[in-house]
Every structure is written in structure tokens, then in C-alpha cells.
């Protein structure tokens, strides 16, 4: 039980953290963004922007320079989040050794996996645009102990996820077919495709991917399919749509400019 | 930096001026005079000449009048009693700065008979309308007047106890000062004491009632100076311009004792203060425990390089209504503000807890609060402690809590 003393920090051009969606106006939510989110930062978060902000904003000349100096020595790069870390003082140093454990332990996976967990990571911060990228550069890796067959279906199937958030349908199901086609016994997939062809008709399903479909029984996925729209129906974000349509003209265009922002601004966030 | 470095006492029945490095001490009646139909002002002699030619219309008791904020009709025009002190100041100051002719003024320290919130306030919209800066201004009272007066003079006159009797028209009181010399810090102490009921000056003006002043004068100081060691009394105050109506109390007195006769303790006091504010380092290095200045002490322990270290929010001397504070902390398994709180003569600390349980519940260290310290007096502190979330991580819920902390 304690209280940290805050020192005074002159922020005025907050450090913008596009993964997270937020802005940062401290140092200590600089530690907490780095500590509780290691697969985000160690690849390239400390860059000009960064140093710019705690020279700058954060009055850390100090640490800014000796962050540019191991930067150029192009040594251990986990080493510039372990200083950041122990010179704002808002981790003790037990955490903090801690934290040095889970950096060692994820440097010492196989690149491929260690590539995949950071993108799954980036997945599930819906940044669906930038870990595209990623996952097809997992494909580029020479078959090995780690990287078979199913680890291949496993980065398509994530590729196929990825284009179907973004609404690209087509590339959505190119990816799942090759999924499919690494591991050919996963009805997983074949589920994804099922549901797929549910949310955009037009797709066009190869006749062997139908044929299996018909092969297989697909009343719990259509209970999910119904589940689902169920869900949507009665989401708040839906009611507001429809409250919104009940209103005069002037309002309604007021309401629904304001939403299509907010959509676009989500969209570009999943870019 | 030039300008003059002034000392004011500001009282209900008079204001005395004085610049540090000049001889001459301004008195005035604390009264102002507008000349009818007229936005003309006046104070002192000219304002009195306008009175007796019946061309002004008067106001006096302005430190009373601005403290209770009364508003008053001049020459049927509604007026703040803390516009009237403006006014009044700021011809006073102008005197002064025609007869050294500068214009610019580095310090000014005025004194008060008592200090509260509700003065300190009116007193700082005084300073903004003089144009004298908060660095530049600053309040003290009569007790630490006192202090430096005695401080200023040859260490012999201070090497006891030093006692200072006031008498003028609010009435009679007896300020009493020590220093304590210690290894690490030397403290001077001042205290006051004022005479259990009136003392009319008038009495003075009948042989009855100057032999009941003077009975009642050396019954009030015999008990305040039995059994110590003085090494100078001072006397000041409109009552003791003569003192050959107190015989038995003069008497009494001079056993023993020096005994200095000094009209002008507090305002050169004060023009002795001003001159301590530019003087770096200090000439009197001391604690100085007086009236206006906290006598405890009020800390926290926070955490610093992973050890809890003490954190002094307010120390022993100083000035109450200058003590403000803002500091933001990140709680740490913690739902509550502890204070520490030692008096000066004692060894044992107060503990004193403010719960933060209103706050939103957050994962640990991610809240952030801002604490806010000030003084109402020198008994009474306030604690203002504000949510601030964690950033766009937690968004904070600006909740408030208000405390007042007795000391």
C-alpha cells in the first residue's frame, strides 16, 4: 500500500497509440501501455515519435538521450523497454524483472510463432489492416518442425478472418480455401466459409468446398447463423439506428452524419 | 531589482508607512474623504481639512468594512468597503513614492493586528489593483512584526525573553517572544496574550481612571512576567506615547529589566520583512513560530525509489495562508490519504485518514489523483482531492472530496 508521487509532466502533444485506439498524457501510462502489452511494443514502438515525446513532453531529456545512444548501438532492443520502465519509476523492480522474463521467454520462441502471436495479439485489437501483412509474411517461412501444414491453414484461416472483418469477401474466402487446403480435416473451417457465404450470398464456393458442406450437418450452425442475427437485432447499436430513423428530417441527418463518421473513424482504425 | 521596500501597518484607526533605508515614518488615520460632486480622494491631513470645510463626505474602519465586505453610500454612490481600501492604499503608497520619487515598489509587506481568509483575500484584490504582483506582496501579522523588529535589533536585546506591550484604541495586549537555539535549526517563538476585558484610552484622561489603568496594567504584566528572564520589554501603542500616567507600572517594570519606548515596532517590522524577502540567503535563517504561521507539521509517506519516504506538505513556520499545495499521486493498493500531523512541542504524530472509497474501482495504479492543500487558518487545513482517472486508458470521473483537517 503506497502512493507514487506523480511528477509534473508538461504534455502537450499527447503520444497517440493508433493499436490502442488512445493518447497517452503521462509517463505513467507510457510503463502501463509497455507492461501490459509486450507483444505491441517490442517490435519498433521506440522510435523518433516516441523519443520526441519524452524529450519533449514528458521532460526526460535525460532518458531520450540515453534511449537514442543504445538505439544507435543497435543493442538488445528489450533492453530500451527495461530502461523506460526503471526510470519512471512507476514499476518496482520485482515487476519489472518479471517483465524481462516474458520478453526472454517470447524472443525465444521460433520467429514463425513468435511472428503469430503478435499478430493474433494485433488481431484481437481489431487492427485488421496492419496484421494482414504480417500473417502473409508468416507464409513466407521455409517448412520446419514448427511451420507445417497446419500452421499454414492456421495464418490462412486468420488471413481469411482478417479480410472478412474488412468486408473483403472474395479475399476472405480465397484465404479459407487455402486453409482448407493445408488441413483438409478441420470442419472449423469449413464452418468459417459456411457462415461466409451466410453474410455475403455472392460469394462463389468451389464446388468441391460444396460438396463437402452438403456432407456435413449444419443445423447447430445455422442455430449460430440465427443466434447471431438474433444478437444483432437487439444490439444497442441497432436500436439507436432505428430511433434514429424515427426522427424529423433535420435531426436524423444530424444523428446519422455524426454515426457515419464514427464508422469511417473505426474503419480506419481497423486500416 | 530597484524600488522602494516598503513595511505598512494597516490597522481599523491607523496605517503607518515605512521604506526600508529611510528614516521617516508616515502615520495616517485609516480613513478616506471624497470631496462632494467630485471623483476626488484624499487621506490624512488634506482629507481632514476637506471634513472641517464640509466639502467631503469620510469612511472610516476600512480594514473592518473590507473584511465583513460592507458596502457603503458616498455621495449616493454604493461602494465596497474592499474598494475603499484599494482606494486608500493606493494614496498612501502614491505619498510615499512622490516623496522618494520612484514609482516602482519591489516589496510590500503589510502587517495586521489578525489575519483570516476573508482579509487575505480582500488584500490580494488590493495587490492586483496596485499592480504589485503576488511575489511582490505579501501579508503578515502584528506578532511576526514584532519577531523581526526584535531580530533586527543587537543580539543582546533578544539573548532572553523579549515581551512587547500594545496599547491603543482595539486595546491592550502583551506579545511575548523566545528563541530557542537547537543543533540542527534555532526557533524564535512569539505569542500573544490580550488584557481579559476593555481598556479605554479614555480612562486616561481622568486622575481616577489613569490610577485605575495603571492597577489594572501591573496586575495584567505581573503575572506575564513572573519568573522569567527578560532581556528587553518594549512598549508601543498610542497609549504609551507618555508613560508618566503608568508609574506603577513603569516602576515594576524597569526591575531588572531594559525597557525600550518604540512607537513604530510593527511597521518597521514589516519594512524589515520586506527586506528579508530580497535578501538571498535569508538574515534570519530560523523557524519562526508566530501568530499567521503554522506551529505543527503535516506530512505524508509516499513512495520514492521503492522506499517510503516522508513528504512534508506544510512545516512548522510557515505562513498558513501561503501554503498551497497541489501534488498528484497514482494510488497503489491504496483506498485512502494519510496525514501526519506533529505539533512543535510534542514528540507524537496525529494520524489522519481520508477515505477514497467514493472513487471508481480500477486495477491497481491506475488511478490518479490530484490533492489539493490550503489553510483557512492556522488551525485548519483542506484537503481537495480530485479524480483523475488513468489517462484515455480510464477516463476519469473528476469526483471531489472536500476535507477540513483540524490541526
Request: hydrophobic fraction near 40%.
Amino acid at each position: 500500500m503506497s502512493l507514487l508521487l506523480c511528477r509534473l509532466e508538461p504534455v502537450r502533444h499527447p503520444f497517440e497509440v493508433p493499436e490502442l485506439g488512445i493518447r497517452l498524457y503521462s509517463s505513467q501510462e507510457l510503463c502501463y501501455v509497455i507492461y501490459e502489452n509486450p507483444l505491441l511494443v517490442m517490435e519498433d514502438f521506440v522510435d523518433e515519435r516516441l523519443l520526441q515525446f519524452i524529450r519533449e513532453d514528458l521532460d526526460m531529456d535525460f532518458l531520450a538521450g540515453k534511449l537514442e545512444n543504445w538505439k544507435k548501438s543497435g543493442e538488445n532492443p528489450d533492453n530500451i523497454l527495461l530502461l523506460i520502465l526503471a526510470e519512471c519509476s512507476y514499476y518496482m523492480s520485482g515487476e519489472i524483472n518479471r517483465y524481462r522474463q516474458t520478453l526472454i521467454q517470447l524472443r525465444k520462441k521460433h520467429p514463425a510463432e513468435f511472428g503469430k502471436i503478435r499478430a493474433d495479439y494485433l488481431f484481437e485489437k481489431r487492427q485488421y489492416g496492419k496484421v494482414i501483412p504480417l500473417y502473409e509474411k508468416l507464409l513466407e517461412y521455409p517448412k520446419d518442425n514448427i511451420v507445417n501444414d497446419l500452421f499454414y491453414s492456421r495464418v490462412w484461416s486468420c488471413l481469411g478472418a482478417c479480410h472478412a472483418r474488412m468486408f473483403q469477401a472474395e479475399k476472405a474466402y480465397r484465404a479459407y480455401e487455402k486453409a482448407y487446403f493445408y488441413d483438409n480435416r478441420n470442419e472449423k473451417i469449413l464452418e468459417q466459409i459456411y457462415y461466409l457465404k451466410a453474410m455475403f450470398p455472392s460469394v462463389a464456393i468451389a464446388p468441391r468446398i460444396q460438396s463437402m458442406l452438403k456432407l456435413i450437418r449444419r443445423e447447430s450452425w445455422n442455430t449460430s447463423i440465427e443466434r447471431a442475427r438474433k444478437k444483432g437485432e437487439e444490439s444497442v447499436a441497432v436500436k439507436e439506428l432505428d430511433k434514429l430513423f424515427f426522427k424529423d428530417e433535420e435531426k436524423r441527418l444530424e444523428g446519422a452524419a455524426k454515426l457515419v463518421q464514427q464508422w469511417k473513424q473505426e474503419y480506419r482504425a481497423m486500416m | 531589482m530597484d524600488g522602494l521596500i516598503v513595511g505598512l501597518d494597516l490597522c481599523d484607526t491607523y496605517t503607518q508607512v515605512s521604506c526600508m533605508g529611510k528614516d521617516r515614518v508616515w502615520s495616517f488615520a485609516t480613513q478616506i474623504c471624497k470631496k462632494k460632486q467630485e471623483n476626488r480622494w484624499m487621506i490624512g491631513a488634506e482629507a481632514y481639512e476637506l471634513l472641517l470645510s464640509g466639502e467631503g463626505i469620510s469612511a472610516d474602519k476600512l480594514l473592518s468594512m473590507a473584511r465583513r465586505e460592507r458596502t457603503v453610500v458616498i455621495d449616493g454612490e454604493n461602494i465596497k468597503g474592499r474598494e475603499l481600501l484599494q482606494k486608500f492604499l493606493k494614496l498612501v503608497l502614491a505619498q510615499v513614492q512622490k516623496e522618494y520619487a520612484s514609482s516602482r515598489i519591489q516589496q510590500l509587506v503589510i502587517t495586521l493586528p489578525g489575519i483570516d481568509t476573508q482579509i487575505m483575500d480582500r488584500l490580494l484584490y488590493c495587490a492586483d489593483y496596485l499592480g504589485i504582483s503576488r511575489g511582490r506582496f505579501h501579508v503578515i501579522s502584528h506578532g511576526e512584526s514584532f519577531l523581526y523588529y526584535v531580530l533586527n535589533q543587537k543580539k543582546e536585546v533578544w539573548s532572553s525573553y523579549v515581551g512587547l506591550f500594545d496599547l491603543s484604541r482595539q486595546g491592550l495586549r502583551y506579545y511575548e517572544m523566545k528563541v530557542q537555539k537547537g543543533i540542527r535549526q534555532t526557533t524564535v517563538i512569539s505569542d500573544y496574550e490580550n488584557f481579559d476585558g476593555p481598556f479605554d484610552l479614555n480612562l486616561l484622561e481622568t486622575e481616577t481612571g489613569i490610577r485605575k489603568a495603571d492597577r489594572m496594567l501591573c496586575s495584567f504584566a505581573e503575572g506575564l512576567l513572573a519568573k522569567k528572564l527578560f532581556s528587553a520589554v518594549l512598549l508601543t501603542g498610542i497609549g504609551f506615547e507618555k508613560q508618566e500616567w503608568a508609574e506603577d507600572f513603569m516602576t515594576m517594570l524597569c526591575r531588572r529589566r531594559k525597557i525600550y519606548g518604540e512607537s513604530n515596532v510593527f511597521v518597521k517590522g514589516a519594512a524589515y520583512r520586506a527586506q528579508d524577502y530580497v535578501t538571498i540567503p535569508s538574515e534570519f535563517p530560523y523557524v519562526m513560530i508566530c501568530e499567521g504561521r503554522l506551529k505543527a507539521s503535516v506530512s505524508m509517506e509516499v513512495m520514492h525509489k521503492e522506499k517510503l519516504t516522508p513528504l512534508v506538505i506544510a512545516a512548522p513556520g510557515d505562513n498558513w495562508y501561503e501554503v498551497r499545495t497541489t501534488l498528484e499521486f497514482i494510488l497503489d493498493n491504496q483506498k485512502e490519504l494519510v496525514f501526519y500531523i506533529q505539533h512543535l512541542d510534542s514528540r507524537k504524530k496525529n494520524e489522519v485518514v481520508i477515505s477514497l472509497e467514493e472513487f471508481p474501482s480500477r486495477p491497481n495504479r491506475t488511478t490518479r489523483i490530484q490533492m489539493r492543500v490550503a489553510f483557512l487558518d492556522e488551525r485548519t487545513m483542506v484537503v481537495m482531492v480530485q479524480d483523475k482517472g488513468f489517462g484515455e486508458l480510464f477516463p476519469a470521473s473528476n469526483a471531489v472530496i472536500r476535507k477540513e483537517i483540524s490541526l
